[in-house]
């Protein structure tokens, strides 16, 4: 079954430090999204992507975020400079259609867990 | 906006008893539904979603669940409960008018007693 790929599976970086994560969504799939999860908390929508743009970003979404769709398949996450409170598990996702369509079906991956020391 | 609330946070059941995980959702119109499990140190696999149509929907594992308008609730329900259930649940929500996003409660986790 195909599906979202995530990588680092964690990393570690000091406060300040930029950060990439990297995420191949699943090949036919047209809609890019990162969520993230804080440890306890719930599962929050960053942004979503589709047609080479954000198509909706969150109040979370600040100047400090930025995604980018390098190639035909990497999606990636990037935080300038990170704070300590970008702890967290962060989610790529990917769907084939928008979620007014049948195929909305919204896939995960598995996780990339980012701790800021 | 949206929002999803799931009412218990933890639920403890027999292995083989049934299962009842409890989804309200706050939107003006018919709402997208989905509900997500997440095992430890897994990310978030669908187990079944609601878009239109029929309102008892079934989905994987064993599981399924009603979308009723009037009580504006998604509960998830499995007749008999397996150790392997154990994890945490999430329903979310999406909508015409929120673009893609999807909102997400705030997890229900299950544990399994033998």
């Known amino acids: 079954e195909p599906e979202v790929t995530q990588t680092p599976s964690h990393q570690v970086t000091q406060m300040g430090q930029e950060v990439i994560l990297r995420c191949v969504p699943i090949?036919?799939?047209?809609?890019f999204y990162w969520y993230r999860q804080i440890l306890g908390q719930k599962v929050e929508f960053l942004v979503s992507?589709?047609?080479?743009?954000?198509?909706?970003k969150s109040e979370i979404f600040d100047d400090q975020f930025s995604v980018e769709r390098p190639d035909g398949s990497n999606f990636t996450l990037k935080i300038r400079s990170t704070k300590l409170e970008d702890s967290a598990m962060y989610f790529c996702?990917?769907?084939?259609?928008?979620?007014?369509?049948?195929?909305?079906?919204?896939?995960f991956g598995e996780g990339s867990w980012l701790t800021v020391v | 906006a949206q929002s999803v609330t799931q009412p218990d946070i933890h639920i403890t059941v027999s292995e083989g008893a049934s299962l009842e995980l409890r989804c309200n959702y706050s939107?003006?119109?018919?709402?997208?539904l989905f509900w997500y499990v997440q095992s430890p140190g897994q990310g978030l696999q669908l187990l079944l979603k609601y878009f239109s149509g029929d309102t008892l929907v079934q989905g994987i594992k064993g599981f399924e669940a009603e979308f009723k308008r009037s009580q504006s609730s998604f509960n998830l329900r499995k007749p008999s409960v397996h150790w392997s259930d154990a994890a945490e649940y999430f329903c979310?929500?999406?909508?015409?008018?929120?673009?893609?996003?999807?909102?997400f409660g705030g997890g229900t986790r299950l544990m399994v007693k033998p």
């Open positions: 090949s036919n799939h047209l809609y």
């Open positions: 996702a990917s769907s084939e259609e928008g979620i007014r369509g049948e195929r909305n079906t919204i896939y």
């Open positions: 979310a929500v999406g909508a015409n008018n929120a673009g893609n996003m999807l909102t």
């Open positions: 992507f589709y047609n080479n743009e954000i198509s909706e």
């Open positions: 939107y003006g119109a018919t709402p997208y």
